[in-house]
DNA sequence: GAGAGTTACGCCTCACGTAAACATG
DNA sequence: CATGTTTACGTGAGGCGTAACTCTC
């Protein structure tokens, strides 16, 4: 089970090819081909089953745990050598499409403002890569964002210790094209909303909604980019319901109904390792807001946590 | 960051010794020292102060993430060997002990009625060595508890990819004293409480109650054990209050209140290999009452999930 | 100076590359 | 038969033990 074995088995069962693998690892065939009988006579199991390249039951099975045993070990690496690093000019931010709402960006204008000197920089990510990131030390922070009932945390991968803090906390809408007979609603129960057609999007997972509300929510159009404003679009156009946060809907062509039950909203997360480096915590004290410095906001009904 | 490595290195830093380490993993003195030297060039930090031998910040932060990287290793490979496995008259059982509740004991004798060939055997270990368990295939299932927010899951730590599900949930009740000034009344509020002195013990962690109510909660006398027989003489005694199951409490020198807000319960878990081997999925089953298989339930109000 | 960690050195294992053999579509 | 995996074999790096060295209490 040594993880450079592990490596080479992931690398071979994506590729499905031996000597595709050889070639990104910089190995000759041969080497794969010894490494992976390593693997297998140290199981005493077969791993992949040869023309096509496939993996057996067993090595299904290990494929599930070799990709976060490596990129936990690939984190503590990178959590270890950070202890060491002098302090850094650049803060690297790494967020979800929505994590970054209005209240988030002003709170992040704000702590700027006081410190001049630090240079951010920000990209958005998938939310599944969003804790490798962070974690393999390759962002600095990270912002999440989910659907989850009032002041429960979000459901994040787990790649090791890591810090997480709740930043913002809003009302969930139903996103609805304007003609649509429910559009005149004050307020929507999603249980009613449970064979209606969803739009499938990374957005609002189908499959996070099922595991808060309980079965139903057929898949309707499967949206696999994670931009808003498509999503807006596919939405008035009638493709099918989505859910997303009140901040994150403009009007015109749409309306947006809040839920009423069961209580969801939309929560974002900062997380971030544990000894974060010195600017890092100091932005990471400045987007989570306390309750008593919920102050200034504006534009967006939040509850910090 | 080869583990073989990093097995080394946690052995040194346990026993602050590398003669000690060399003995216990069956190597010199020689190849520890060379074996640290090693991990220490790989990272390019000095990860142990030698004489007395001890860990730098560095490695205090290695530390963190070695022990559950190693556990995550032995764990994949118990899982992988797990589907290779034949199916097992034996099955373990390990369990926390306020895990093994009435209603628990109830279903697991009727399961074993049912399934007469079955040899079963039962084990009670600390909340926090059951997962390894389960994960390293010490155990087939592994029964949880804990204090949680009604149907919400418990926070067990992560050995990799595992299965959860619910099998019961119990009211909570604080045990006083029977001449207590509180005894008498009908429920109690834990915000109230939060000045109050609490007993310390695993079974009920204070830290747990800090992260559901908020700070507060002083801590009393600290017991360290997981008895609770013990548990109950002390909160009788008066040497502070606990919270346990009402099921747990019996009459005679205590009172137990129930507690009415936050909404609390005592939640049992179950948990096994994604997987399990074949009557360790009957049996979990049977532990894993669905709402309309609730019948001959009796002795404990449970809701179970 | 005694106890405990490090360094030097030789041996042996093991992992890789080359190249030939082999299987399978 | 072509493509791609396995096997055979030679080589080299590296990990371990022995033993001499060095540091610290």
Chains 1, 2 share one sequence.
């Not at 070799?66 to 850094?88: K, S, W």
């Not at 064979?195 to 909604?209: K, S």
Request: hydrophobic letters at 50%; charged letters at 20%.
């Amino acid at each position: 089970m040594d993880p450079h074995l592990l490596t080479t088995f992931v690398t071979v069962a994506r590729h499905g090819s031996f000597s595709a693998a050889a070639s990104e690892l910089g190995y000759t065939q041969s080497a794969i081909s010894q490494q992976i009988a390593a693997l297998e006579a140290d199981l005493g199991l077969p791993l992949l089953r040869r023309r096509p390249v496939e993996p057996t039951p067993a090595g299904r099975r290990l494929l599930e745990h070799a990709e976060p045993l490596l990129l936990r070990l690939r984190a503590a690496r990178a959590d270890v050598l950070r202890t060491a690093a002098g302090p850094r000019h650049l803060l690297r931010l790494a967020a979800t499409p929505l994590a970054v709402n209005p209240a988030v960006a002003a709170r992040l204008a704000r702590a700027r403002a006081r410190m001049p000197r630090l240079e951010v920089r920000l990209r958005t990510c998938r939310a599944e890569r969003l804790a490798a990131l962070v974690a393999e030390g390759h962002a600095d922070l990270g912002l999440a964002d989910g659907i989850a009932a009032p002041s429960d945390p979000l459901r994040l991968p787990d790649a090791g210790p890591m810090t997480t803090a709740g930043v913002t906390e809003e009302d969930l809408v139903v996103v609805l094209p304007s003609g649509h007979p429910l559009a005149g609603r004050a307020s929507l129960r999603l249980a009613d909303l449970i064979d209606a057609r969803w739009l499938q999007t990374p957005l609002c997972p189908l499959a996070r909604l099922r595991d808060l509300v309980g079965d139903g929510f057929p898949a309707g159009l499967a949206y696999e980019g994670d931009d808003v404003h498509t999503v807006l679009a596919l939405a008035a156009a009638g493709h099918g319901l989505t859910l997303l946060p009140a901040s994150a809907v403009p009007g015109g062509g749409i309306t947006a109904v809040p839920v009423a039950a069961p209580r969801l909203v939309h929560r974002v997360e900062l997380l971030h390792a544990a000894l974060p480096p010195g600017a890092a915590a100091a932005l990471a004290a400045a987007l989570t807001l306390r309750p008593d410095t919920q102050d200034l906001e504006r534009g967006i009904k939040d509850r910090s946590v």
